[in-house]
């Protein structure tokens, strides 16, 4: 009987001990199975010599000659230097750490073989600590009959160690068994291979295979295990939706004479793309079991109006209702606007963040308690440990991308606390990031899309100019005509790579500075998050007022601030953002009457890739456009926010690169949900190794 690998330790084979096997659980690895799975990183084609006067700059080679001589030279650093030929030309080996005992290794007229990167050293070619075998009066090298390969791996284990390891598991796997979790008609469908005839050639490709395939993972054998990745991760969202849908949360109908109320109450009329989405969000909040849905809207599309008229359904019913923002910032106009909104309503709104005063956090924590506050805007200070509130029904989460998973874990519990358990919130989670249709599909299975694709009237497209930075002198000029002559309002916006917070305010200072001394006749005013919060509202307020006329600001500004009269928007360095925080931050402005312009002043040379997005963000303005863009240039985990988000990191899979594999993924999947409940459960199992990054609040 075949013993499955997946049973078998890696501790049971030669030279894992407990040290090495503690390594390798580091990187996931605790079976057999697991072993085969960690591909390699890149491939070594050992199996030739290069004449030394074929070799190249920067090629990797290997290269067999006798030894010249060997010195050791004192320049910047001291250095061992060894002089080989082989009859058509001279190769440096140079070695800047070294012992005696490897100098004596160097003997003269004895032969060596080197792996390692072409360099150019002075006159001749050389390689800096390449890989050496000694191969003394041999002149005949040796050489390996297949492309060696290069594993990632850990502080403390060796490409040896891995090497070996791997060697032994295959071994077993020609003897034992690596269970097939794909339906074979799935893999004829398909043309994949066997799954263990993928591994084998993915550890020891023949020299025949496409090394260019192998590594772009576009060849047949990446593909296979890349399917299969996206077909458990797929279940595995399927099966949290399914599981989501088994709880209770309460059913709410629309109180018809209220919402038309509020509508009247409004100054303008809202479109069909917010009225369908607010129709799609009042069928979920019907049902009994917890909405889970996701509202995609382009800046300025309006998505906060349609939450705000949801949010008016539950608490009508005398349900609390929660909306979470990003920053303070955003929550305080947030705060301001269900305020005016709700006002005639006679609806408690209230407002907490982390930086309020202790009697207003005081008063506002006992309004949540007791249930006077329906409606409770705020930012991560939600999830503080005295924070209690009175039956929640509907949590709203703005910029979603911006909050980790442990935090909605967070707010989850808290309102279970506060319902006894007995029944969890519905749930809508809304991003101003349009994010493409492919990678919702595949990175939010587990959600219900709604996208709001209408921008109200009258919004104006923002016209998008590049300049370097030499040109400063002139954009300050502009900037100068444009408020005394124009009568606009103006963004400067200081960016800095990492976006370290700190060092952001130190440039967005010293450009405050610079500017109020170039431009006297100017009000300049400076806003950054490191400011007192009581200032940084009254220099939004001043702002929108029209008090200022210059407001030099970090990327704090980048979501939701909104001052109609802004028309012009200067960004410093924009090459070190990525597409979609430039689209969100020119959104500021295009909000008003006026046209609209926005400058992105780089600082040369630039990247292609950097290019490429200011390119992007010269000739449109459709948030969907730039989002492709991004995902293309930048990869889902940026696009996604996964540092924040615990979003999926995917082992094999490209959504950009196999998204031809997407309509039989979801094929596939579903017809193991339905058909083979087993191998659905045996492909999670294997594939997401931690469920919990998945489970979303």
């Known amino acids: 009987m075949q013993t499955k690998l997946a049973t078998i330790p890696v501790s049971s084979l030669k030279g894992v001990g407990p040290k090495v096997a503690e390594k390798l659980n580091r990187l996931s690895i605790c079976s057999l199975e697991d072993l085969l799975f960690h591909l390699p990183l890149r491939y070594q084609d050992r199996s030739r010599i290069h004449p030394i006067a074929s070799l190249q700059q920067g090629q990797t080679a290997q290269v067999c000659g006798m030894i010249e001589a060997s010195d050791i030279v004192f320049g910047k650093r001291r250095s061992l230097v060894c002089k080989i030929s082989d009859g058509t030309g001279i190769l440096d080996i ?51 009959e297949g492309l060696q390969a290069v594993y990632p791996t850990t502080e403390g284990l060796q490409q040896r160690t891995f090497t070996s390891a791997i060697r032994q598991a295959l071994s077993q796997l020609k003897r034992s068994n690596v269970t097939e979790l794909i339906p074979q008609q799935w893999l004829e469908k398909l043309d994949f291979p066997p799954l263990a005839d993928a591994l084998m050639m993915l550890h020891q490709p023949p020299l025949d295979i496409s090394l260019a395939a192998l590594e772009s993972g576009e060849h047949p054998l990446i593909k296979r295990l890349a399917f299969e990745e996206l077909v458990a991760q797929h279940i595995s969202l399927q099966k949290i939706k399914l599981k989501t849908q088994a709880h209770n949360a309460i059913s709410f109908r629309q109180n018809k004479a209220k919402d038309g109320e509020f509508r009247r109450s409004l100054p303008f009329e809202l479109t069909n793309a917010q009225n369908q989405v607010i129709s799609e969000i009042q069928s979920d909040l019907e049902k009994k079991h917890p909405m889970m849905r996701l509202v995609q809207g382009d800046v300025g599309s309006g998505k906060t109006l349609v939450a705000a008229l949801n949010m008016l359904t539950v608490v009508s019913a005398n349900y609390q209702a929660i909306l979470m923002a990003p920053t303070e910032i955003l929550a305080e106009q947030h705060f301001k606007s269900f305020e005016n909104w709700f006002r005639s309503f006679d609806i408690n709104v209230t407002l907490l963040t982390s930086k309020m005063s202790a009697p207003l956090k005081r008063t506002a924590l006992e309004n949540i308690a007791s249930g006077d506050s329906k409606i409770i805007i705020g930012t991560h200070a939600l999830f503080q440990d005295q924070v209690q509130f009175n039956q929640l029904a509907l949590v709203v989460i703005d910029e979603q991308h911006r909050f980790g998973v442990e935090q909605r874990k967070t707010l989850l519990e808290k309102s279970l606390q506060a319902n006894q358990g007995k029944y969890r919130p ?119 007022a029209g008090k200022t006329d210059l407001l030099v600001a970090t990327t704090v500004i980048e979501v939701g601030v909104d001052v109609p009269n802004a028309s012009l928007m200067v960004i410093e360095n924009p090459e070190r953002l990525g597409l979609s925080q430039l689209h969100q931050l020119r959104g500021r ?57 615990g979003a999926i990191a995917y082992q094999f899979a490209d959504i950009i690169r196999d998204s031809d594999l997407l309509p039989d993924v979801y094929f596939c999947a579903n017809d193991l949900m339905e058909n083979s409940p087993k191998l659905a459960e045996a492909l999670c199992t294997r594939w997401v190794k931690s469920k919990e990054d998945l489970s979303r609040v």
């Open 426 to 544: 519905h749930q809508l989670v809304m991003t101003a990031t349009p994010i493409p249709r492919t990678l919702t599909q595949t990175a939010y299975a587990d959600l219900d899309l709604s996208v709001i694709d209408e921008l109200p009237p009258g919004r104006k497209p923002v016209t998008t100019a590049v300049v370097g930075s030499e040109k400063r002198d002139q954009v300050i000029e502009r900037v100068k005509q444009a408020c005394l002559n124009d009568h606009r309002q103006i963004y400067w916006v200081c960016t800095l790579i990492d976006e370290s917070e700190e060092l952001q305010c130190q440039a967005a200072e010293a450009t405050h500075q610079q500017l109020i001394e170039r431009l006297p006749e100017l009000k300049v005013a400076l806003i950054h998050g490191r400011m007192k919060n009581d200032l940084k509202q009254q220099v939004m307020n001043d702002f929108k």
């Open 94 to 144: 140079r070695l800047f750490y070294f012992s005696m005992a490897q100098k004596k290794q160097f003997v003269r007229g004895q032969y060596i073989q080197c792996y390692g990167q072409v360099s150019h050293t002075g006159k001749n070619f050389g390689m800096i600590h390449p890989e050496l075998t000694y191969l003394k009066d041999s002149a005949i090298p040796k050489l390996q």
């Open 589 to 645: 402005v295009g909000r008003g009457e006026k046209e609209s312009h926005c400058l992105l002043m780089y600082h040369g040379p630039l990247s292609q890739n950097a290019k490429q997005r200011l390119k992007v963000m010269r000739e449109t303005n459709d948030g969907f456009v730039i989002a492709e863009k991004d995902l293309e240039l930048r990869g889902p985990g940026e696009v996604l926010g996964t540092r924040q988000t």
